[in-house]
Structures are given as structure tokens and as C-alpha cells.
């Protein structure tokens, strides 16, 4: 891959390193260095030669001193600066050894996901930082039958342990209380709700998802906290990206689906389509949580599905 003038990108290994509790390990830039003053996700640039992740074990010990154990693929990044252009490889870090500290003189700190947006980073980083604040599972859940029901039904789903699910009301006829209702209860329970065709509402403070017709129908991105897009080609992929949304579902990817009459993509074109976009992706179609180790090698943020255990 290639810039505009020529030049091969830069490949740099970076680590978002995650303690028991779920804070997140960030450091500041040196002021003399490359996007200098700036807070980073520790790492650096990879050497000739060396594997990524043999980078990101070597740069991490010398930042700071200490050991990976297990890591796993969150997002990559390919991003132009005025004078270089980057690869960003980025990998979640749940498991090391030592206790990290600022080898190199650079102040770090443990923060919480949703603090992120409050510490400037170099413009690479912004979906990074998305990534590292979307959970590893998006449960969807089955269409709601009748109104009636609604509640109950809401409020099962509500305890399922997940913090993101993903409502279809398509063929429900709700009223914008109940829609109010369930986004106020929601919120209590520190459970994103992502809303697909929702009647239009008075408030904003949903995610909004769209399917890859109304994504090809979509000129402008719509108001809500999030929205989201299932792509299949890359032309859905490149306008997903255009609009700006916040993260992607590609797929199917293990199963056809018989809506649309999309053949499974596999993983190596699953992978393929996630390499052409810098936006946080979860694979659909077929999956379970059992899939996620591997749908994380391929590429994905993680799995949106069904048949997620509660
Ligand atoms: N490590 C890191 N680099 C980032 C991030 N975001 C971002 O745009 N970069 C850019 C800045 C640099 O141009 C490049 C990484 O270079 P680096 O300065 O960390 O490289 P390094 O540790 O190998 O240091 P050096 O050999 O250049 O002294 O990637 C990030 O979150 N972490
Ligand atoms: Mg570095």
C-alpha cells in the first residue's frame, strides 16, 4: 500500500492495554517527537524484519517494562499526516507481566474507556479510540412480536449481561413512549440501546443502525449518539465511511443470507473489506461469541449476533 506521492507507509505496532477493572494504560508523546505533547497508545515504529507482534512486545518492554502475555487484534489504521503516512496495527493487551511505568521519562496514566475523548491524540487515533470504548459483542435480539409484549420483553433483554443490544422494531407498531421508555431504562442499567428503522423521535441519545439500503439512500449522517451500517461490498464500505458512521457490520460471513440472497463472504474477503476502511468492524452472519478469537485475527472489532450467551 502506498500514499499519494509514492511512499510506503510507516508500520507502527501500538497497544491498548486493559488492567482488571478495565482501565486503559495511555502515555504522552515526547515534545520533540512526531505528533510531540500528544497522549498515545504506547508502542512504536516496527523494525526491519521483526514480526508486529514481536514489535509490540519489544517496544512495550522498553517504554514500559513490561512483558506481554496474551494480545489480541483490536483495529488497524491507515492514516495520511501532512509529511508521513502511517499503518497503525493495533492489539488489546489483557495479560503481561512487571508493573508499567514511564521508562523512557513519559508520564502515563490509567484511565477509564469513556474518559478518552477527554485527552488530545494525534488524528490517527480517533478510531482507535472508538474500538477501545465499543464492547467485543453486540447482542441482537429477535424481533419484538406485539406491543404488548413489549415490555417484558424489553426488560428480559435489558438483564441479558450485555452492554450493547440491538433492537429491530421494523414490524412492531410502538409509540414514541414506550421507544422513551425503554431508551430511560436502558440508560439506568448502563445498556446502550442500537435502534434499526425507529419511528422518528423527538430525542437523539440512541444508536441508530442502518441496513445497506438505507445506507446507499443516506446522504447526510443522521443525528443520533452513534450510527452504524451493515456493509457487504465496498462500495457500501467507502460510503459508510464518507458519512462518517461510528462502526460497521460486514457479512454474513459464515451463513447466506437468505434476506438479501448474499452468499457468505468467508473470512479471508471478510478481511479483505476490513483492510479498506479505518472504522471499528463487527463480523455478522452465522456466529457466536465462540467466534471471536478468530473473527478478531481476521480483522474485527468483534461479533454482533443472536447467539450471544447472556
Ligand atoms: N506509538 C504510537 N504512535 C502513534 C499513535 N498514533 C499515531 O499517530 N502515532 C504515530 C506517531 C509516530 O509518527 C508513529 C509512531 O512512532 P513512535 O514515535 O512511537 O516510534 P518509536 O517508539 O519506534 O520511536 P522512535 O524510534 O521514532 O524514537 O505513529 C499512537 O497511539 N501510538
Ligand atoms: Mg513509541
Known sequence: ???????????????????????????????????????????????????????????????????????????????????????????????????????????????????LNDFEFPEANKPIIEAAILPKFIKILKPVVTAESFEAQALASLASGQSFLMHNFEDTELTHE???????????RNVEVI???????????????????????TQVKPQAKRVSATCYSPGELF??????????????VLMNSVVNVQQALGWPSFQSLVGRVNIPVYA????????LELSREYGAQGIASTSIAD
Open 178 to 188: 414506550q421507544l422513551s421508555w425503554l431508551l430511560d431504562t436502558a440508560a439506568s
Open 239 to 252: 460510503k459508510a465511511q464518507r458519512l462518517g458512521l461510528d462502526f460497521i457490520f460486514i457479512g454474513p
Open 1 to 115: 500500500m502506498e500514499d499519494e506521492l509514492g511512499r510506503k507507509p510507516i508500520e507502527v505496532v501500538a497497544a491498548v492495554i486493559r488492567d482488571d477493572d478495565g482501565n486503559i494504560l495511555i502515555a504522552k508523546r515526547p515534545q520533540d517527537k512526531h505528533q510531540g505533547g500528544k497522549w498515545e497508545f504506547p508502542g512504536g515504529k516496527v523494525e526491519a524484519g521483526e514480526s508486529r507482534r514481536a514489535a509490540l512486545s519489544r517496544e512495550l518492554f522498553e517504554e514500559l517494562g513490561i512483558d506481554v502475555g496474551h494480545s489480541a487484534r483490536l483495529i488497524s489504521v491507515y492514516h495520511e499526516y501532512e509529511n508521513k503516512s502511517i499503518y497503525l496495527d493495533v492489539y488489546e493487551i489483557t495479560q503481561w507481566s512487571g508493573t508499567a511505568t514511564g521508562k523512557e521519562g513519559q508520564p502515563v496514566q490509567w484511565i477509564r474507556p469513556a474518559s
Open 284 to 291: 455478522i452472519g452465522g456466529l457466536s461469541d465462540k467466534d
Open 195 to 217: 435502534l434499526q428503522s425507529p419511528p422518528p423521535l423527538v430525542r437523539h441519545d440512541f444508536n441508530l443502525h442502518l441496513s445497506a439500503d438505507e445506507l446507499l439512500k
